[in-house]
């Protein structure tokens, strides 16, 4: 595991709609509108993350997942010099910038059609049934070849590492035969797959990355709240700690591609559980952008459905509506207690309490030991669990306290210093 990785807290921004970019790719000239990321790096910094995400920034025909050029800048985007600027501004502050890179399908535009995969019948094979993105053909030694030169030269010019689109569509063993020599060149990047569900481990284990999406926690920290249902949770934390054995997840409440949290939730009294539990639960978790503001947004499964949950962000932060900005405090203080213990990215979690309406969860290493005690039923609830030692070290409010009862629609997250041995002792 790249070892800066590890400790890293993301800001996930999609740099076309945070922009506010033609939907559309025409003969308009270069706009440099990457710039605008510069002015919000010290808001993503002040907010606590340490890297970014970035979305696709290569030359694309609509949304960015249908590249034309992965080696040019999207001039609805700006310039070589643009992104320079922007990883340079970064490098500043501490911050790395991981990319968006889309390698198992291209726009019909794209250059090379004799690397699109054919079916039997002689058309050209295509991703989840849009036309308009051809899938690349992996078994092709020149595919694998343009891969890794597309990844070794923004490696070069200041990325850190790559979100790899779509990975799960790709058999792992390609990842393996492109990444060696990728990280022989270049051995502190970081290479994320995005894999929406199966076997995450042995995705992960066969194809050298070194994480992978984790779509089943996401689902199951929503669902769970909305349900009232935390046996939900309790299965899927089961899965995680076994995922935790053998990677470490990319970890998410939010992304460009699901329904905003804030929309997603049926109750708003509970977007501070699915927070405390991203920030309490092994993984290196990470913040679509808006969701620290608590915007709203639908994902619907149409043209231009993305739209709702991809929105423009303003010039300055001090445009941003007042009401987010508690939503912006409540992410600093999880980001910031989630940074003080950084044991946690590969910390186990064990259900020591459950019912439908009420959970406590130990995330516990030789470094210290984390109670999360959350509770979406309508009255207090006394927890049966010895708290002695512990303190608090993040509430939506000063009332809650080790061994008080935990109030209706609340959460507490403790602390105790030692490793859990010490809890025996």
Not at 327 to 343: S, V
Request: proline content about 6%.
């Amino acid at each position: 595991m790249v070892r800066w990785a590890e400790y890293a807290i993301f800001w996930q921004v999609y740099p076309l709609g945070f922009t506010g970019a033609p939907r559309v790719l025409s003969d308009e000239p270069d706009r440099h509108r990457l710039r605008r990321l510069v002015d919000w790096l010290d808001y993503a910094v002040e907010l606590g993350c340490s890297a970014l995400l970035l979305g696709p920034v290569f030359l694309a025909e609509t949304h960015g997942y249908d590249t034309i050029d992965h080696f040019r800048i999207d001039p609805r985007l700006g310039t070589d010099e643009d992104f320079d600027r922007l990883i340079g501004a970064a490098r500043e502050r501490g911050v790395r910038i991981v990319l968006d890179g889309v390698f198992n399908h291209v726009s019909r535009r794209f250059e090379h059609t004799e690397w699109f995969r054919r079916r039997a019948d002689g058309t050209y094979d295509v991703f989840e049934g849009h036309q308009h993105l051809v899938a690349l053909d992996h078994e092709n030694p020149a595919v694998a070849r343009y891969v890794a030169r597309v990844l070794d030269h923004w490696l070069e010019r200041g990325a850190a590492g790559w979100r790899l689109d779509a990975a799960y569509a790709v058999r792992p063993e390609f990842w393996r035969k492109v990444l060696p020599s990728v990280r022989q060149r270049h051995p502190e990047a970081w290479f994320l797959g995005e894999v929406l569900h199966g076997d995450y481990a042995a995705y992960a284990e066969r194809s050298g990355l070194d994480s992978v999406t984790q779509y089943e926690l996401w689902k199951a920290i929503w669902s769970s709240l909305n349900d009232a249902n935390f046996f939900e949770l309790a299965w899927a934390l089961k899965r995680h700690a076994g995922f935790l054995e053998t990677f470490v997840p990319q970890t998410f409440v939010g992304n460009h591609d699901v329904t905003r949290l804030a929309t997603c939730l049926t109750d708003e009294r509970h977007f501070g559980h699915a927070l405390a539990l991203l920030m309490t639960l092994g993984g290196i978790p990470s913040i679509y952008y808006g969701d620290e503001q608590a915007f709203r947004g639908l994902k619907e499964e149409r043209e231009g459905g993305d739209d709702a949950i991809r929105p423009r962000f303003p010039r300055d932060p001090a445009e941003l509506a007042p009401f987010g900005w508690p939503a912006y405090r409540l992410h600093q203080r999880l980001i910031g207690m989630r940074r003080r213990d950084p044991w946690l990215v590969r910390a186990q979690t064990s259900v020591e309490h459950l019912t439908n309406r009420a959970v406590a969860l130990r995330a516990h290493s030789a470094e210290g030991e984390v109670l999360t005690l959350l509770n979406i039923g309508d009255e207090p609830y006394r927890f049966p669990l010895d708290t002695s030692g512990f303190s608090v070290i993040g509430a939506p409010s000063s009332e809650e306290g080790p061994g008080r009862p935990v109030p209706g629609h609340s959460w507490v997250v403790l602390r105790r210093p030692d490793g859990p041995g010490a809890a025996s002792g």
